[in-house]
């Protein structure tokens, strides 16, 4: 049976700014690519975004080219291979960016719940303040539940993760 990779993305970490977290599927077209900073592809983005000031929301970003935030791209992971069934292509090959499930891996991410508004100023606890790195662990466990991804792949993303305190407003570390 065909298979996809799933890789974790994270850009814009600083020394002052926790990582974006965003999971990312190469289209059927790249596949074979590893997405890095020497070899861009075309491919699905499922994260959140927003802010702990205002809350998040689900976001796809469909035929997304790598080549356009290398420059913020810190690190690429592969988290494991999932059967190509559970992906779906976008039917065009222009960027375009929705809320709609295409297939099973969209509508997995749609189950998750989004963080909702949280002290800024709190460290990330994982239960009352979350944020996207929270969200994207809560989104690969799910999968893993669900037998999309080896558990192995849980372990990958914690490895990624910002410290609690990391980029927490008006701290000073």
């Not at 890789?7 to 977290?21: I, N």
């Not at 205002?54 to 970003?61: D, L, P």
């Not at 997304?64 to 810190?74: A, E, G, H, I």
């Amino acid at each position: 049976m065909a298979c996809r990779p799933v890789y974790l993305f994270v850009s814009g970490r600083t020394s002052k700014a926790r990582g974006h977290f965003a999971i990312f599927i190469p289209n059927a077209s790249d596949v074979e690519k590893a997405p890095s900073k020497t070899e861009p592809c075309t491919g699905t983005v499922i994260h959140v975004v927003g802010n702990p000031m205002i809350g998040f929301s689900h976001e796809f970003k469909r035929n997304y080219n790598t080549s356009d935030d290398l420059k913020s791209l810190v690190r690429v992971v592969l988290l494991g291979h999932i059967q190509e069934s559970l992906h779906v292509d976008p039917s065009s090959g222009t960027f375009s960016t929705d809320v709609l499930p295409l297939g099973p891996l969209d509508a997995a991410a749609l189950q998750v719940p989004v963080p909702g508004r949280s002290d800024v100023r709190a460290p990330v606890d994982g239960v009352v303040n979350k944020r996207c790195q929270e969200w994207t662990m809560e989104y690969v466990q799910y999968l893993v539940s669900l037998g999309y991804l080896d558990s192995s792949a849980v372990q990958l993303v914690q490895d990624q993760r910002d410290p609690p305190t990391h980029g927490v407003m008006l701290r000073h570390e």
